[in-house]
């Protein structure tokens, strides 16, 4: 969302504000304060890779808050289950901070002291919406997105990639001077895991001939979810129980909107077979290192894919909607695209005969151009902000956390 849209009708009927005092910030008055401002379950997770990176500093104490979005249904339980204080939003833009952090941008013009803008995807994939106007830009990258009343409203614009410094430039040049190229976090986290493949296959259950197969959508109307209603009977019909495992991973965007109750509801004829639908909180980087195959679309975690050698099949792929110079786009040349009219494990077969490692490595290697340095960029950043001298240790990428079993299969 943009910083030029308005808040909603259920935040301007909350109490007024009640403005904290200096004192009132616990036991340590003279900490920096840090505000991570949260849209969406997405950004949360994105943005936990970022706030982590302050922890055991006692000179800066962190808060949160919960920002207007249409699809920030889960935010909270996600931030309570961390444990995280969390400012009700007309306080925390009432409230002077020392550094804020954030990776959507409705609301942002309001936050009081200098703003991190981070991405929440890969590879500055998608277009503006056809309804934002005529001329359409990257996603995020645009004036909608990055300007208010004529003024840049982030401190600093965190990129990916050196290549999307071109993409600024024609598509907000006055933000060009507040731009880094720091990386990518789950590029790094996702490189770090790698070698942990057979653990995170154990961790799932799965046994060795088992091939597991990891179906990801993104939300709107381009995704493969809007393709299930095709999808899911072929996956419960024609890859046998005995061989295959697959999991449905379906963007938090999609749950906040329709809800967990309809979603279970829609994949109730799957329950106790061998699909399984994955909460929204699940940490898919795991599964994707633990897949035999992805079937996917212009979504980030397709994308994400091409680090694997797990062969890539596109259910959806909207190149309307897509940038055209975007790694995605390369991608959706390149992988094959699922055919109505032919069996699904010939497919499969297909797609892991036609692999072509060296072509997807290429595109890979576009989604950062900072491999291995996102920690020690961003936390460069965030400490030059805030005024202090960064910690003397190295902030070290650590591998993911071994997921959760799937669930048993009804004999």
Known sequence: MKPSESRST???RRPAPVRRAPGQWGTLPECKRVLVVVHTLVYAVRLREIFELLRADLRVQVVFTIAPHAFNEGVHDFLRGLGCAVLPWPEAVATEFDLALAAGSQGI?????PLVRLPHGAGSIKLSRPAEGPHRTVGGLGRPYLTWAGRVVPAAIALAHRAELTMLEHSCPEALPVAEVV???CHDRIAASRHLREAYRHALGLRPEDRFVLV???WGLGSSFNRLDALLPRLLAELPPAGFRTGLLVHPNVWSFAGRWQLEAWLAGAAGQAVHLLPPETDWRALLIA??????????VTLYATMTRAPILLARFPFEDVNPDSAAATLARTAPALSASHPLPAQLAYARQEYRPAEYAAIARRITSEPGRFNRKVRRLL???LGLGEPAYDPVTAPLDFPLPLPAVRP
């Open 183 to 185: 990386g990518d976090s």
């Open 291 to 300: 897949a035999d195959y992805v079937i996917g679309d212009h979504g980030s």
């Open 10 to 12: 259920e935040t301007l």
């Open 383 to 385: 400490y030059r902000l």
């Open 216 to 218: 990801s959508s993104t």
């Open 109 to 113: 013009e309001q936050i009081r002291g």
